[in-house]
């Protein structure tokens, strides 16, 4: 038995922690990971970019601007959600959470396996190899995996130092943890939660071990699909339950809600912000009759007597405030952006920083802005474009949108595939917070926007894959749900290939990865010209 070697004595932690205060945040001090939220410098932003975004080229080729394709993966052709990329002992290790498909061959094993999670070694961009692939179950609630979360053991309260752990949703039906610390052979430690009707997005704070599961069980009572399932994962071996929670009416016995919809809309995900800044922001509704909320993290951990039941009190008792959105806009995503600086406000003291939240709306049918929708959803109009917000949350009990961010559809409608946002970058690097947005935009490609006047972002950079021999066309009659959204050819379907950017994420080296949802694979790219010299000038 291996023994672990997390420091004992007070006097060693003592002067641990003064160094601590003495030295700057490092990488791995911020969420996720620690409790540092990295700070911004006012470097400008009021100009607009020298140039406008140019028309990409034919969806057949792949379109960039101000950026510069670095390196790539095809993930064995499947279909991908979300990217990861972990700084693991001096390797870059991406781990891909992927969709529930048909089995496809791993050519590692010579097995036919349903998608699960890839592992890939992209330490040089130019020279990828793909390590492993964990496979999931064979039923469609066990099919897919398509969110990923990796703690280090040294970091976790009560982790083995020198491990690694993955936390990763198990298709609709539970989420587990395996030991990863050997990324060419995974495995499995354990099942934190099973028995579930839904899962999705997961954040774990590697630093406390508290993991803020979205998910709904089986023969529950809660309503509005999913919503937070809190486990302490401090010892990924021994997970310990806390509570659930969600949006005030989803619970059992409800007799009030919040939003447009009785008994609420599903969570999609949560971002906690840590310990200090002591808030998780919580987005509901996906790509319509969307709610945010924020929540104080230490009432939502401690003020309750009902974990699975909990009163209409112990609903609102951590809950600071609440964002009812536009019904044909959604929460898929709500990442905090603490003490930004603002042009034009450096003069007047209580205006010249603030909290916002960069917040998307997920752009649903696969032929989202195409004339010919199905007779029934005709008679109710096109749907909406999904769009991303900028919301200035200082005074947090008044919520107040800043900004829009959007593309025009122009002819991105004729060339197949979902368009319109689905998600943004959930990481905390220093260099790009509070700086640039990085938006997956769908069949648009990863887009860049510099946002350090929260008024006025402006679009810098782009990128757009092309198609590729793995490619899943995406046909006129596609559903939005999985498994139906690529639809099927028919005298009247019409289908396409295109590529189309799921999400986006960074390293700490500064280099952009999106993941292909049609089974285009990784892409990874960099910011080049006006967009990088952004980055330089905020590095100084």
């Given amino acids: 038995m291996r023994v672990r070697t997390k420091h004992n004595s007070q006097l060693l ?29 006012l470097t400008g932003g009021g100009p607009p970019p020298p140039e406008q975004p140019p028309p990409p080229g034919p969806s057949d080729v792949s379109s960039v601007w101000n950026m510069e394709i670095v390196g790539y993966n095809d993930l064995q052709g499947r279909s ?43 330490t ?15 039923g469609r609630g066990e099919g897919g995996s398509q969110m990923v979360q990796v703690c280090s053991g040294t970091t976790l309260p009560s982790g083995d130092d020198g491990e690694w752990y993955l936390l990763r949703s198990y298709g609709s039906s539970a989420h587990e943890i395996w030991n990863v610390t050997d990324p060419l052979k995974p495995t499995q430690l354990t099942t934190v939660v099973d028995d579930l009707a839904g899962t999705h997005k997961n ?6 071990g508290m993991a803020f599961l979205a998910g709904r069980r089986n023969n529950d009572d809660w309503t509005g699909s999913n919503h937070l399932i809190i486990y302490d994962l401090s010892d990924p071996a021994r997970p310990k339950y806390i509570r659930d929670y969600g949006m005030p009416g989803q619970q059992p016995g409800a007799t009030s809600y919040i939003g447009h919809i009785e008994g609420g809309v599903g969570l999609h995900g949560a971002i906690s912000a840590g310990r200090l800044k002591n808030r998780i922001y919580m987005a509901h509704g996906t790509g319509s009759n969307g709610i945010l909320m924020i929540v104080d993290r230490l009432k939502l951990l401690t003020e309750f007597k009902n974990p699975r039941t909990p009163t209409e009190a112990e609903m609102l008792a951590p809950m600071v405030s ?17 003490n930004q600086p603002t042009p034009g406000f450096q003069t007047h003291p209580l205006k ?5 939240l960069l917040v998307s709306s997920e752009a649903g049918r696969s032929n989202n802005c195409a ?13 909406a474009p999904q769009l991303a917000f900028i919301v200035d949350v200082t005074h947090e009990i008044s919520p107040w949108p800043l900004s829009t961010i959007r593309v025009q559809e122009g002819d991105y409608c004729a060339r197949g595939g979902r368009h319109g946002v689905h998600s943004s970058s959930e ?20 887009r860049v926007w510099d946002i350090r006047d929260p008024f006025a972002p402006h679009e810098l950079a782009y990128f757009i894959p092309a198609p590729n021999e793995n490619t899943v066309p995406t046909c006129s009659n596609a559903e939005t749900r999985e498994g139906g959204e690529f639809g099927f050819e028919s005298p009247t379907s019409a289908c396409q290939r295109v590529g189309v950017i799921n999400n986006v994420e960074v390293d700490d080296r500064g280099l952009i990865y999106g993941t292909d949802r049609p089974g285009g694979g990784l892409h990874i790219v960099r910011l080049t010209g006006y967009a990088r010299d952004i980055v330089n000038l905020s590095s100084e």
């Fill in 203 to 208: 954040w774990w704070e590697c630093d406390t």
């Fill in 13 to 41: 932690i003592i002067c641990l922690l003064a160094a601590a205060l003495l030295a700057p945040a490092d990488a791995q001090q911020y969420p996720p990971n620690g409790p540092h939220i990295p700070s911004i410098t």
């Fill in 322 to 338: 609440h964002i009812v959105m536009s019904p044909d806009q959604g929460g898929h995503t709500a990442f905090p952006i603490f």
């Fill in 352 to 356: 010249r920083n603030r909290d916002l």
């Fill in 427 to 446: 990481s905390f690097y220093p260099p790009y917070y509070g700086k640039l947005a990085i938006i997956a935009y769908f069949n648009a490609g990863i």
């Fill in 371 to 383: 004339s010919n929708y199905p007779p029934e959803e005709l008679t109710q109009g096109r749907s």
């Fill in 80 to 122: 991908a959600y979300q990217p990861l990329i972990i700084n693991q002992d001096g390797r870059q290790i991406a781990y891909i959470g992927h969709h529930n498909r048909e089995p496809m061959l791993n050519s590692l094993t010579g097995q036919m396996e349903k998608n699960g999670t890839s592992i890939v070694d992209v």
């Fill in 124 to 138: 040089d961009p130019a020279n990828t190899k793909y390590l492993a692939h964990i496979p999931t179950g064979s």
